[in-house]
């Protein structure tokens, strides 16, 4: 899902947000036979006030679009889904995709403790897709697996088994193109792994985040 910015009628609506940053949707219409009170739907997203965003426009040069405010209502800013699946150029990759593709092959399957998928913003603001899988303690200290092999072929089996996945790569725009790399045993992105019951499968990371969590960023995936 791409993200969307729209306004929406408060007097049908209350939008909140929550930690998480999801939104959390509370239907106060009286028409409506089932009602919703604060409703998590596991979407990302925002609301602000239009003379909130009318400063920001201006700042930026939108003036025509100034021009065209007739409601003042609050726009909803959504970013796509929260859950299990992150947004990459418009297609939907879950990572249950990946762990089927580990669990196709007997020799990764053996070699990966856990992955994760982690979609951030870079410095420009363009929101990027890093593929991360962890190796088990016992294949980082024997060093066997074909690291380089198997970075090209989770690539290729992942945009088989999506359609859309291998089309968003194909139009990528230059520098969005999907990265991928395998982490020694509680390293990288993983150095935290073991101190929750729960894996994290996803992680949706904001501005500047990335840089933390020491990722491998130099295999990128061909187009």
């Given at each position: 899902m791409l993200p969307m910015v729209f306004?929406?009628?408060?007097?049908?609506?209350?939008?909140e947000t929550n930690d998480a940053g999801e939104l959390v949707v509370t239907i106060v219409r009286k028409q409506n036979i089932n009602p919703r009170?604060?409703?998590?739907?596991h979407d990302r997203g925002h609301v602000m006030r239009l003379r909130e965003l009318t400063p920001v426009l201006k700042e930026l040069g939108h003036g025509?679009?100034?021009?065209?405010?007739?409601?003042?209502l609050p726009l909803l800013f959504h970013y796509g889904r929260s859950d299990l699946s992150v947004d990459y150029n418009g297609a939907v990759v879950a990572p249950d995709a990946l762990r089927d593709v580990i669990y196709a092959?007997?020799?990764?399957?053996?070699?990966?403790?856990?992955?994760r998928l982690i979609s951030y913003e870079d410095q420009s603001g363009d929101r990027q897709l890093h593929i991360a899988l962890q190796l088990t303690?016992?294949?980082?200290a024997v060093g066997a697996l074909d690291i380089v092999g198997?970075?090209?072929?989770?690539?290729?089996?992942?945009?088989?088994?999506?359609?859309?996945?291998?089309?968003?790569?194909?139009?990528?725009?230059?520098g969005t193109l999907p990265t991928i790399a395998f982490y020694p045993f509680r390293a990288g992105p993983f150095?935290?792994?073991?101190?929750?019951?729960?894996?994290?499968?996803?992680?949706?990371?904001?501005?500047?985040?990335?840089?933390?969590?020491?990722?491998d960023l130099t295999s990128v995936a061909a187009r």
């Amino acid at each position: 899902m791409l993200p969307m910015v729209f306004q929406f009628n408060p007097y049908d609506y209350l939008i909140e947000t929550n930690d998480a940053g999801e939104l959390v949707v509370t239907i106060v219409r009286k028409q409506n036979i089932n009602p919703r009170i604060r409703y998590n739907i596991h979407d990302r997203g925002h609301v602000m006030r239009l003379r909130e965003l009318t400063p920001v426009l201006k700042e930026l040069g939108h003036g025509a679009v100034i021009d065209q405010q007739f409601l003042d209502l609050p726009l909803l800013f959504h970013y796509g889904r929260s859950d299990l699946s992150v947004d990459y150029n418009g297609a939907v990759v879950a990572p249950d995709a990946l762990r089927d593709v580990i669990y196709a092959d007997p020799a990764l399957l053996e070699a990966v403790e856990n992955h994760r998928l982690i979609s951030y913003e870079d410095q420009s603001g363009d929101r990027q897709l890093h593929i991360a899988l962890q190796l088990t303690e016992h294949a980082t200290a024997v060093g066997a697996l074909d690291i380089v092999g198997y970075q090209d072929s989770v690539v290729r089996e992942l945009r088989r088994m999506n359609g859309d996945f291998n089309n968003a790569i194909l139009t990528a725009p230059d520098g969005t193109l999907p990265t991928i790399a395998f982490y020694p045993f509680r390293a990288g992105p993983f150095a935290r792994d073991g101190a929750k019951l729960k894996n994290e499968y996803v992680w949706q990371l904001a501005a500047g985040e990335l840089a933390t969590w020491n990722v491998d960023l130099t295999s990128v995936a061909a187009r």
